[in-house]
Every structure is written in C-alpha cells, then in structure tokens.
C-alpha cells in the first residue's frame, strides 16, 4: 500500500504515556556552548505558516509506503527519541529527502550535540538542530514557554531544568542557524531566532501527537521547509563563564520564598488569559523573567564580573537580579 505526502503529514502520531521510575536518570541538560536569549517571545504567525505551507512549499505527487506507527511506554530520554524519530521525523523524511535533505543523528563540525540535526545532502550543510527530552524535565503543564519562570511559582507540577533553554538557544546561536525544535515527545516546540534581533528566542506555542489542523508532522515539515531555504547568519561567540548555571537541575535552595508571584491582586501580577489569547504579543516585559520580579523581592549581593568574548560582542554580567525554582537568574548583555 502507498499514500501520497499529503496523507503522511495529516496522519496524527500515537500518544506514548511516560511512565514514572522508581529512579529518575536524570538527561544531560548541560550546554556546551552556554548562552542564554536575551528575551523569550511568541512566534504569532507560526500556525498561520504551517497552514499555507502546502501552497508556499508544494508537496511531491510522489507515492510513498505507508508508514506504521508505535505506542510504547517512555521511561528514559533515549525513549523519547526513539518515538519521535519513528513515528514523526521518519515520515517526514521521506519526502525531504526529494529535496535533497535528511535528518541525521549526528553531523561533523557542528558546535554542541543535539539529538537530531537536519541537513542537506550536496553540499553536506546543518540546517537545524532538534533537542530532545524527558517529561520529568521539560513539563511546562500547558502553559507557554515564554511564561515559564512566573508558572514555576504557582505550580508545583511544573517541571523546567534551567540548561535546557541555553542547550538548545545555544545550539542555535552558536551555529548560525535561525530554526530549532524542542521536544519530549509528548509536548513540542518550534523556536526561531531573526537575524536583526539575534538573542531574541521565538517560541511557537505546544504541539502535541493527537492535534490535528496543523499536526506535528505538518509544523515538522513546515519548519524544515524553512531551514532548507535558510542561510547561515552570524554565529554568536559561546561564552565560558562558571557563573552561568548549566548543571540542569532546579536549585530549589536559591529562593526559598516563592509566594512573590502567586497574589492576583498584586499590580505587578498579570494572568495569561487576562487580555486575550495574543496577550503575550503584547506585553513581554510581563512574561520574560527578568523583568517579571516583583519590586521589592529580595535580591543577593550584586557583586559583578563582565566576562566577554575574544572575537564577537558577548558580554555577560553576573549580577544577580532573582532567583526562584529555577535557581539564580543573572543579566546578560549583547552587543555589535
């Protein structure tokens, strides 16, 4: 039996249930490039994009071999890539690769690993890394990514080790590529860096196996159609500094007060659903950590270090600004 490409990318992908171990082994959330954005925002318009993909990217009239799909327990990262790499990256490849392009494990002279890495074939070019993780580190419980430090207050469900966002920026900036995906199977995101505002991160909102109108292989195709046709843009020094935290676990002991974000009647609190479903298009300082602390919380010593990069415009300054479930937050600083 065969389908077309149309049928491949409406398939929805299986739900794989994560299963809770005795002893969580904890995944490799370290960065070997650390470097953090310097604002978190939504990308709006990456639905929209998803939608008309099919008219701005046509798809082959090729047949193709009906793919299979699994559902199996998730208990380790190694799970997670196994699963998404079979039932959403396997298919979608097939019809990449009449493009010239494939998604490799591994690709030489690329700074950091990733899990995944698009590419082309001639010439051999990395387009776009693919980070993937565990439900036990990357949870954010429905809320958005861009809100995800003032939701670590409220809820103690919620699950975000710190390294992650500087693993997969990082992989990013450092190589000069705009497109990224981040993904622990059972929620995936879609980020995006511009080059006229190169720390600044985009992140589309979740995409999950069951969802239809787009499904995730559609944005996985999507997204790879624009890493295809993407050029490199400047790659960002990587900064080694030991007051950037990049061990991966949450630092609970930082912040032992974490009620400053949790009071409704506090005028610097603001709820996601308070003005509408664009609201954080509109009002990032609201939802980017470090212009989210409540005036007056406690703040450490601001001792600082500038520590800056040999060739390019990176300077970090680590001066504390807050701290909470995620451990400390320092300022950073970019520039030409």
Not at 63 to 79: G, S, Y
Not at 94 to 121: C, M, S, W
Not at 263 to 281: A, E
Not at 322 to 329: A, I, S
Request: glycine share 6%; hydrophobic share 30%.
């Amino acid at each position: 039996m065969t389908e077309t490409a149309d049928q491949i990318l409406s398939h929805v992908v299986p739900n794989c249930q994560w299963v809770l171990q005795t002893s969580i082994k904890s995944s490799s959330t370290a960065s070997a490039y650390p470097l953090f954005p310097d604002d978190v925002r939504e990308w709006i318009q990456f639905f929209r994009g998803v939608r008309l993909a099919r008219i701005q990217y046509p798809l082959p009239v090729e047949q193709f071999p009906v793919f299979q799909t699994e559902a199996r327990p998730l208990r380790i990262e190694k799970d997670a890539e196994d699963r998404f790499r079979y039932n959403v990256l396997s298919p979608v490849d097939k019809i990449l690769k009449i493009q010239g392009a494939i998604f490799h494990r591994r690709y030489p002279e690329l700074l950091g690993v990733p899990d995944f890495v698009l590419g082309t074939n001639n010439p051999i070019v990395a387009k776009m890394p693919i980070e993937m993780k565990t439900r036990f580190n990357l949870n954010l419980c429905g809320h958005n990514l861009w809100t995800i430090y003032r939701h670590a207050q409220r809820d103690h469900n919620f699950k975000f080790r710190k390294a992650i966002l500087s693993q997969i920026f990082g992989a990013m900036a450092c190589n000069g590529f705009h497109y990224g995906i981040l993904s622990n199977y059972s929620d995936t995101y879609f980020l995006k860096r511009e080059e006229t505002n190169q720390t600044t991160l985009y992140v589309s909102r979740v995409v999950q196996p069951n969802d239809v109108n787009p499904t995730l292989r559609e944005c996985v195709y999507y997204i790879s159609q624009l890493a295809i046709n993407d050029n490199f843009g400047k790659r960002l020094d990587y900064i080694k500094s030991d007051n950037i935290l990049i061990n991966g676990f949450d630092d609970d002991a930082d912040d032992t007060d974490n009620s400053f974000d949790d009071n409704p009647d506090d005028s610097n609190y603001t709820d996601d659903n308070s003005s509408g479903d664009n609201v954080s298009s509109n009002n990032y300082d609201d939802d980017y950590p470090s212009k989210k602390m409540k005036r007056g919380s406690k703040k450490a010593g601001s001792s600082k270090k500038v520590i800056t990069s040999s060739s390019k415009g990176i300077t970090i300054i680590d001066e504390y600004i807050g701290g909470g479930t995620f451990g400390k937050v320092f300022s950073g600083l970019y520039h030409d």
